[in-house]
């Protein structure tokens, strides 16, 4: 099988790739063997994820898809009883189609998800050990999540740090009501800034 996959065309359709079936059907209880296209207007963001991505990552992204298409589906929760499905992870994929017609012209406004059935908690937990796993998260939203995993749902301080991969350090971070003063952001000492030099022979003062 692996002989047969390195001697494939580069650009070979789906239905020229014999094996693939057979890959799904031997791992049929992974999601990604459920990889559907929906309308991107089926879907909706939620209103917990900590993940912030900054305008030039997301341009970066834009540009990453036009050359490479579609690699990876957005994660998806089915709403019970109507047909939307809201984002567990794949929001700033889905924010790019939205944005860049280019990107939107890929698919005619077409995105590949996997419909994941989890609670809420299990939802946010999953959120949380992406965006760990990919160093983004902030710490707000972050101190939101796991109070309302507490708090809401009822989970545990060291059942949640052992699900997000935390010590409970951390998790008693997370918890505090504002982390920058448990950190006691305020009383640290920091290294003085440094000007460029035509700021400097402007006169210009930023002491204040």
Do not use: C
């Amino acid at each position: 099988m692996t002989e047969l996959a390195m001697n494939l065309p580069h650009e070979a359709p789906l239905k020229e790739v014999p094996f693939l079936q057979l890959i799904a059907e031997d791992f049929s209880d992974h999601p990604i063997s459920r990889v559907e296209w929906v309308d991107i207007n089926m879907l909706d963001a939620n209103d917990y994820n900590p993940n912030h991505v900054m305008e030039p990552e997301m341009a970066l992204l834009a540009l990453s898809m036009t050359k490479q298409k579609w690699i990876q589906p957005i994660l998806v929760w089915p709403r019970p009883g109507t047909d939307r499905l809201e984002i567990i992870d794949g929001f700033h994929r889905h924010l790019v189609v939205k944005r860049n017609k280019q990107v939107w012209g890929l698919t005619g406004g077409k995105v590949p998800v996997v419909r994941m059935i989890m609670s809420v908690p299990e939802r946010m937990l999953l959120t949380i050990r992406i965006n760990r796993a990919k160093g983004n998260h902030t710490a707000i939203k972050m101190h939101d999540i796991v109070a309302s995993l507490v708090n809401d749902h009822n989970m545990n301080p060291p059942e949640i740090a052992k699900e997000i991969g935390a010590d409970r350090s951390e998790i008693e971070t997370l918890m505090a009501d504002n982390v920058f003063v448990l950190k006691q952001v305020d009383e640290m000492n920091y290294s003085k800034s440094w000007f460029p030099k035509t700021v400097v022979e402007h006169g210009m003062d930023f002491s204040r």
